[in-house]
T-cell receptor
Framework: GAGVSQSPSNKVTEKGKDVELRCDPI?????LYWYRQRLGQGLEFLIY????????KSGLPSDRFSAERTGESVSTLTIQRTQQEDSAVYLC??????????????FGAGTRLSVL | AQSVTQLGSHVSVSEGALVLLRCNYSSSVPPYLFWYVQYPNQGLQLLLKYTSAATLVKGINGFEAEFKKSETSFHLTKPSAHMSDAAEYFCAVTPSLNTPLVFGKGTRLSVIA
């Protein structure tokens, strides 16, 4: 079946511009996560959606970052007024609420963001 | 709060040799532990997970890991390295199911022919 899909795969933008990154989770997965992976670093948690609950935004590094999710489907991560330090790979993951795969996070291939 | 330390940002082994990737964690509650592998230009793929059942966990591609509470470790091993094992490996911890993972910085594994 289809996995987690992220678009675009690569994004080059100029400092100060806004960008939107998209994540299509696996159908039926109630939980959706955004992580950031900077060069040579591990993954940093950004934001977490679980069903209709209020999202956990505790990982967002600044108010320039925001994310939305429509029901249990697509999510968009928006970065306003991008800075060079925002350059990273942004990874999305989804997981089901129950079943044998409960708590297994399935990752997309990521969006590589380069801010010039 | 949880944290993960992966010793060695880069490990190099010969083909056929033992693979040992180290992971130590810090957790105030019994943890759930994971190893993920990332091949170039791909997302992360789950290798194995520990969720308080058997302490020796077997995963895909011949990898296994042992949870040692006394050492707060969850090292990843494979008896015989294959060229296709060359990738980045990440250890992760979480205090409860369906919560964000806390990742280590990763270990890049190189396999020499």
């Amino acid at each position: 079946g289809a996995g987690v899909s992220q678009s675009p795969s690569n994004k080059v933008t100029e400092k100060g511009k806004d960008v939107e990154l998209r994540c299509d989770p696996i159908s039926g997965h109630t939980a959706l996560y955004w992580y950031r992976q900077r060069l040579g670093q591990g993954l940093e948690f950004l934001i977490y959606f679980q069903g209709n609950s209020a999202p956990d935004k505790s990982g967002l590094p600044s108010d320039r970052f925001s994310a939305e999710r429509t029901g249990e489907s697509v999510s968009t991560l928006t970065i306003q007024r991008t800075q060079q330090e925002d350059s990273a790979v942004y990874l999305c993951a989804s997981s089901p609420e129950g079943g044998r795969a409960k708590n297994i996070q399935y990752f997309g291939a990521g969006t590589r963001l380069s801010v010039l | 709060a949880q944290s993960v330390t992966q010793l060695g940002s880069h490990v190099s082994v010969s083909e056929g040799a033992l693979v040992l990737l180290r992971c130590n964690y810090s957790s105030s509650v019994p943890p759930y532990l994971f190893w993920y592998v990332q091949y170039p230009n791909q997302g992360l793929q789950l290798l194995l997970k520990y969720t308080s059942a058997a302490t020796l966990v077997k995963g895909i591609n011949g990898f296994e890991a042992e949870f040692k509470k006394s050492e707060t470790s969850f090292h990843l091993t494979k008896p015989s390295a294959h060229m296709s094992d060359a990738a980045e490996y990440f250890c992760a911890v979480t205090p409860s199911l369906n919560t964000p993972l806390v990742f280590g910085k990763g270990t890049r594994l190189s396999v020499i022919a």
